[in-house]
């Protein structure tokens, strides 16, 4: 019986040894309540479709103003405008119509597969790409276009943009300001407010006179030269109100006013050409402590060959 009770305490210690005893609910560490609900976010933005660039479909105001931009570089007249791009398309079977013309938003991830394709087949093409990795396909005769324009795509993303053309045969890189321009106006959303007017120099408002302020320019308007008013005639006339109310002025303090508001403006002048200044002398600085990249000998033979093939 000893040696059966000793057998069987042996026994259950290393039954118990083998088992991990989870803590009770009491033992774990309290959390707050904003703990609690930032765990649960988090929990649900796991299940979340993400915004990646093979999801970003093309505003139609800004693949417009990408395909009059075409128009420019190669004759659409006639030409049918192909867009293969889109929730199961299979670009490499579509059947592309005699001298039609690829202007369209591809997956990026797979931008340079498809930029081989359209050069080993000749397809002509422009295509939208991701700016910072835009020189894809270096191995293909094309031309990279860089607008520096961020474009907000339909699914929200917003995605500095880049674009890769066969249709420039002489141009290897062109920073194009004329797209990123057609690119930006295409974007603006028209003002919800209502349109301005200026002011008479005899009228101010708080609002005005805070431009003054603004770029330290001194104005003191005495009490005999000004008088209260709720409200200007010429606005009401326009169905408009004088927001605030303001004060009416004397010639006097109103040629004082317009004044003050020329030395303002001179001001601001003065402050933007400051800011830029300051803000080249940094750029330089942040140059000089850059680490300075020198030519190997190979790359210093590459441009050599680049020279001789210029002056051809």
């Known amino acids: ?46 299940f979340k479709a993400k915004l990646t660039t093979d999801d970003c479909y093309t505003p139609a105001p800004v693949y417009d103003a990408v395909l009059n931009f075409v128009g420019k570089l190669t004759n659409l007249e006639g030409r049918p405008i ?9 670009f490499v079977n579509y059947e592309y119509p005699e001298g039609c013309v690829v202007v369209d938003n591809p997956p990026f991830s797979i931008l340079s597969k498809i930029v081989r ?3 080993a ?12 990795t835009l020189f894809t396909a270096p191995d293909c005769d094309v031309t990279y276009i860089i607008a520096d324009t961020d474009i907000v795509y339909d699914n929200g993303a917003v995605v500095r943009t880049g674009f890769v053309t066969n249709l420039c045969p002489d141009i290897r ?27 008479p120099d005899n009228i ?29 005639d010429s606005a009401k006339a326009q169905g408009r109100s004088l927001f605030g109310g303001g004060f009416i002025l004397s010639d006097r303090a109103a040629a004082e006013r317009a004044a003050a508001e020329r030395a303002a403006a001179e001001r601001a002048a003065a402050e933007r050409a400051a800011a830029e200044r300051a803000a080249a002398e940094r750029a330089a600085a942040e140059r000089k402590k850059a680490s300075l990249l020198n030519l190997s000998p190979k790359e210093r033979r590459l441009i050599e060959h680049l020279n001789k093939q210029s002056e051809k």
């Open 82 to 90: 192909v867009r293969p791009f889109y929730p199961g398309g299979d």
């Open 121 to 132: 087949h000749s397809v002509p093409f422009f295509l939208f790409g991701p700016a910072l």
């Open 117 to 119: 394709f359209y050069s």
């Open 1 to 46: 019986m000893e040696g059966l009770s000793a057998y069987g305490t042996e026994k259950q210690l290393t039954l118990f040894d083998e088992i991990k005893v989870k803590p009770k609910a009491q033992d774990a560490p309290s959390r707050s309540r904003g703990e609690v609900f930032e765990d649960y976010d988090g929990f649900v933005d796991k």
């Open 173 to 199: 890189i062109w920073c194009c300001p004329e797209l990123k321009e057609a690119i930006s106006k295409a974007q603006e959303t028209p003002s919800k407010q209502k349109r301005g007017f200026v002011y």
């Open 204 to 232: 101010v408002t708080a609002a005005t006179l805070g431009k003054l302020a603004a770029h330290q320019t001194e104005l003191i308007i005495r009490k005999k030269d000004c008088q209260y008013i709720a409200d200007s």
